[in-house]
């Protein structure tokens, strides 16, 4: 399987625990991008890659959240001091160099904050 | 600014029977519009995808989407409805110059034997 892999895909925390989840983009897929997703609504953006450069961040992307993409390629998302309110799907997408707006999708983490 | 309405939470239709999923944009610049589907445990897959060369687009599995800018519409269709099409839809707007997809709200849709 050549696509967007996500690890793991399902995390229960405690609140105020740290988590880190990692993504794995399409081979030679320059831009990766993060997402969240609650239940019953469409994903929201995060933020954005190209290579090693963290080119975006949204307004959602609070200061206990930090992504890192070190090598240009995998990425992590970490959350710091979790919070019941963090209990979402993230979600991690890719796309190639010159391909245009279109992202290919991974499954996604599943986090549960109890 | 921009955003996507969907204007329906939850479809039903039967088997056999055509699909209609409703999108409405609000872009102040022209967009690049796609519709994704989710199906249960699974990653988000493009379905088709818009970016003003024609204004009906066909895409996998037999969908097609209409962008009508008069309407500020992007509306999906399909003519006959399988039960392996049940899953979760969802209308997407990219503004040019930007990666973030702006996501609507989604439309479950539902198949019945």
């Known amino acids: 399987d050549t696509g967007v892999s996500q690890d793991p895909r399902h995390k229960i925390t405690k609140r105020g625990q740290n988590v880190t989840f990692r993504c794995d983009p399409i081979?030679?897929?320059?831009?990766l991008y993060w997402y969240r997703q609650t239940l019953g609504q469409g994903p929201e953006f995060l933020t954005y890659?190209?290579?090693?450069?963290?080119?975006?961040k949204s307004r959602l992307l609070s200061d206990r959240f930090s992504a890192e993409r070190p090598k240009g390629s995998f990425s992590t998302l970490e959350i710091q001091r979790t919070e019941q309110g963090d209990s979402a799907m993230y979600l991690c997408?890719?796309?190639?160099?010159?391909?245009?707006?279109?992202?290919?999708f991974g499954p996604g983490t599943r986090l549960t904050v109890t | 600014a921009q955003s996507v309405t969907q204007l329906d939470s939850h479809v039903s239709v039967s088997e056999g029977t055509p699909v209609l999923l409703r999108c409405n944009y609000s872009?102040?610049?022209?967009?690049?519009l796609f519709w994704y589907v989710q199906h249960p445990n699974k990653g988000l897959q493009l379905l088709l995808k818009?970016?003003?060369?024609?204004?009906l687009v066909k895409g996998i599995n037999g969908f097609e989407a209409e962008f009508k800018k008069s309407e500020t519409s992007f509306h999906l269709t399909k003519p006959s409805a399988h039960m392996s099409d049940a899953a979760e839809y969802f209308c997407?707007?990219?503004?040019?110059?930007?990666?973030?997809?702006?996501f609507g709200s989604g439309t479950r849709l539902q198949v019945q034997p």
């Open positions: 997408a890719s796309s190639p160099p010159g391909g245009g707006d279109v992202q290919y």
């Open positions: 997407v707007v990219s503004l040019t110059g930007r990666r973030a997809l702006t």
């Open positions: 872009s102040s610049y022209s967009p690049s």
């Open positions: 890659f190209q290579n090693e450069a963290q080119l975006e």
């Open positions: 818009y970016t003003s060369a024609a204004t």
């Open positions: 081979s030679e897929h320059n831009r």
